[in-house]
C-alpha cells in the first residue's frame, strides 16, 4: 500500500471516529432533556387492514421547535393560511416540487423524525402467525419469538402463499381473518379455516401443503387463542404508538410529551395505552436480541390536537404521507410516477424505527439480526406488568 493510500486511509478512519464520538456527545447531550414528540398517521383504516386502497400504514413521530415547523412548512410554498396538507400539495406539480423540498431538507434525520412503517397486507400475514400459531405453539412449550422464527415464518408465507396457492385465495383467506378477528363468531372461524382448506387443496407445492396443515391445527385451540383478544387488535395504531414510545425513550430516558393528531381509535385505547407508561413500576428489560425494549413506556402525557393548532403537526403529517406515498411506491415497483422518483431519491428508509412491518426474503437469525442471546418472553411478562399497572393519570384526563 502507498503512503498516499495509508495517509488517506488513516484520514478516513479519523474522520469516522471524529463523527462517532460527536454523534455520542449529541445523544448524551438529549438524554437529561424532555422533549415535545409530535405525531401524525397517514393510512388509518383501523382494524380493516386489507383495504386495498390504503396498503401502507405510517405514523411519523417529529421533535421541533415551532421556528423549525415553520421554516419547513415555508419550502411546500403552500398558499394555505392555516396548514399544509399533504393531500392538498401532492395535486400540483408546484406542490409536489414543494414536499420534495420539505423532505430532503436537513432537518428531516433520525434524530428530528422516526416513522413506523405497516405493510397492511404483511401485517395480516404476521397476525395470524403471531395469533394462531405462536398461541398452539406456546400451549406445546415452544417460544416461537427465540431466535425471531415468528418473523422468518411470516416472510415465507407471505411470498410463498400467493405463489403456491394464489394471490386472489390469500386476499379471501386474509379477509376471512380479519373478519374472524372482529367478530368471532363460529360463522367467522369456520369461514376462515374453509379458506384455509381452499389454499390447500389448490397449493401447486405439496410440501408447502404442510405449512398449511400447520395452519389448520390451530382450529384444536382456536377459541382459546380468540379469548381475551380485542376485535380492534388488527388496528395498528397501537403498536406504532408504542413502538414510538419505544424509539424516543431510547432517547429522553427522563421522559417525554405527546400531542397526537385528533385520532379516534387511540382515544378510544388510551386507558390500556396509559398502563404500559405506568412509572410506579420498576423498569424491566423485555425480549429478545433487537427486538428488546423497556417497560414502562417514557411517555409523560398524551394530548390530542388539530395540525392548525401546531405547526409541527402539520410537518408530521406531510413526512408520514410521503413515507406511505414512497412505500407504496416501493410496493408496487413504480417505475414513473414522478413524485414517487423524487422521494426514492431521498433514502427514506434511514426514517424508519426498528419495528418496521415490511416483508423480506429474510428467514434465518443471522439474516433477521435475531440470533438469541437471553431475555424474557415480551407476551408474557408485558402481561405480568399489565396486571401491576396503574393508569397515567397524565393520559387518561
Keep these: 500500500m502507498?503512503?498516499?493510500?495509508?495517509?488517506?486511509?488513516?484520514?478516513?478512519?479519523?474522520?469516522?471516529?471524529?463523527?462517532?464520538?460527536?454523534?455520542r456527545a449529541k445523544a448524551n447531550s438529549e438524554k437529561p432533556k424532555i422533549a415535545t414528540i409530535y405525531l401524525d398517521e397517514s393510512g388509518n383504516t383501523g382494524h380493516n387492514i386489507v383495504d386495498k386502497n390504503q396498503p401502507i400504514f405510517t405514523l411519523s413521530g417529529c421533535k421541533y421547535s415551532n421556528s423549525e415547523a415553520e421554516n419547513l412548512l415555508a419550502l411546500t410554498g403552500s398558499r394555505s393560511p392555516l396548514e399544509a396538507h399533504?393531500?392538498?400539495?401532492?395535486?400540483?406539480?408546484?406542490?409536489?416540487?414543494?414536499?420534495?423540498?420539505?423532505?430532503?431538507?436537513?432537518?428531516?434525520?433520525?434524530?428530528?423524525?422516526?416513522?413506523?412503517l405497516f405493510h397492511k397486507s404483511f401485517m395480516v400475514?404476521?397476525?395470524?402467525?403471531?395469533?394462531?400459531?405462536?398461541?398452539?405453539?406456546?400451549?406445546?412449550?415452544?417460544?416461537?419469538?427465540?431466535?425471531?422464527?415468528?418473523?422468518?415464518?411470516?416472510?415465507?408465507?407471505?411470498?410463498?402463499?400467493?405463489?403456491?396457492?394464489?394471490?386472489?385465495?390469500?386476499?379471501?383467506?386474509?379477509?376471512?381473518?380479519?373478519n374472524m378477528i372482529k367478530e368471532q363468531s363460529e360463522e367467522s372461524i369456520g369461514a376462515f379455516y374453509e379458506n384455509v382448506e381452499v389454499l390447500k387443496e389448490h397449493s401447486i407445492h405439496e410440501d408447502f401443503k404442510e405449512d398449511l396443515n400447520l395452519l389448520l391445527l390451530t382450529?384444536?385451540?382456536?377459541?382459546?387463542?380468540?379469548?381475551?383478544?380485542?376485535?380492534?387488535?388488527?388496528?395498528?395504531?397501537?403498536?406504532?404508538?408504542?413502538?414510538?414510545?419505544?424509539?424516543?425513550?431510547?432517547?429522553?430516558?427522563?421522559?417525554?410529551?405527546?400531542?397526537?393528531?385528533d385520532s379516534h381509535s387511540i382515544?378510544?385505547?388510551?386507558?390500556?395505552?396509559?398502563?404500559?407508561?405506568d412509572w410506579t413500576q420498576s423498569s424491566i428489560e423485555l425480549?429478545?436480541?433487537?427486538?428488546?425494549?423497556?417497560?414502562?413506556?417514557?411517555?409523560?402525557?398524551l394530548k390530542f390536537s388539530s395540525s392548525e393548532s401546531h405547526p409541527q403537526l402539520q410537518v408530521a403529517d406531510i413526512v408520514a404521507s410521503s413515507m406511505a406515498y414512497w412505500a407504496d411506491g416501493v410496493a408496487r415497483d413504480e417505475k414513473e410516477d414522478y413524485l414517487f422518483l423524487e422521494l426514492n431519491k431521498l433514502k427514506l428508509d434511514k426514517l424508519t424505527t426498528n419495528n418496521k412491518i415490511w416483508p423480506t426474503q429474510d428467514v434465518?437469525?443471522?439474516?433477521?439480526?435475531?440470533?438469541?442471546?437471553?431475555?424474557?418472553?415480551?407476551?408474557?411478562?408485558?402481561?405480568?406488568?399489565?396486571?401491576?399497572a396503574k393508569a397515567n393519570a397524565e393520559i387518561t384526563t
Design 2 to 23: 502507498s503512503r498516499n493510500s495509508q495517509a488517506n486511509r488513516k484520514k478516513k478512519l479519523a474522520n469516522k471516529r471524529d463523527k462517532q464520538r460527536a454523534s
Design 86 to 116: 399533504f393531500k392538498n400539495l401532492k395535486r400540483r406539480k408546484s406542490g409536489q416540487d414543494g414536499i420534495v423540498r420539505l423532505m430532503s431538507h436537513r432537518l428531516i434525520n433520525e434524530d428530528h423524525v422516526k416513522v413506523e
Design 125 to 178: 400475514t404476521t397476525k395470524i402467525v403471531d395469533l394462531l400459531i405462536e398461541h398452539m405453539l406456546h400451549l406445546n412449550g415452544h417460544d416461537l419469538y427465540v431466535n425471531g422464527a415468528n418473523i422468518g415464518l411470516s416472510n415465507m408465507w407471505f411470498y410463498c402463499m400467493p405463489t403456491f396457492c394464489g394471490q386472489d385465495r390469500v386476499q379471501a383467506m386474509h379477509e376471512s381473518f380479519v
Design 219 to 261: 382450529r384444536n385451540c382456536v377459541h382459546d387463542a380468540l379469548n381475551g383478544i380485542d376485535k380492534t387488535s388488527l388496528d395498528p395504531s397501537i403498536p406504532a404508538l408504542f413502538s414510538q414510545c419505544v424509539s424516543w425513550g431510547d432517547v429522553h430516558p427522563k421522559g417525554f410529551h405527546i400531542i397526537h393528531d
Design 267 to 277: 382515544e378510544k385505547q388510551k386507558v390500556i395505552f396509559s398502563q404500559f407508561l
Design 287 to 301: 425480549g429478545y436480541d433487537r427486538r428488546k425494549f423497556k417497560l414502562p413506556l417514557r411517555g409523560k402525557s
Design 364 to 388: 434465518t437469525p443471522s439474516d433477521l439480526g435475531t440470533v438469541h442471546d437471553g431475555g424474557l418472553n415480551a407476551a408474557d411478562h408485558a402481561a405480568y406488568f399489565l396486571m401491576k
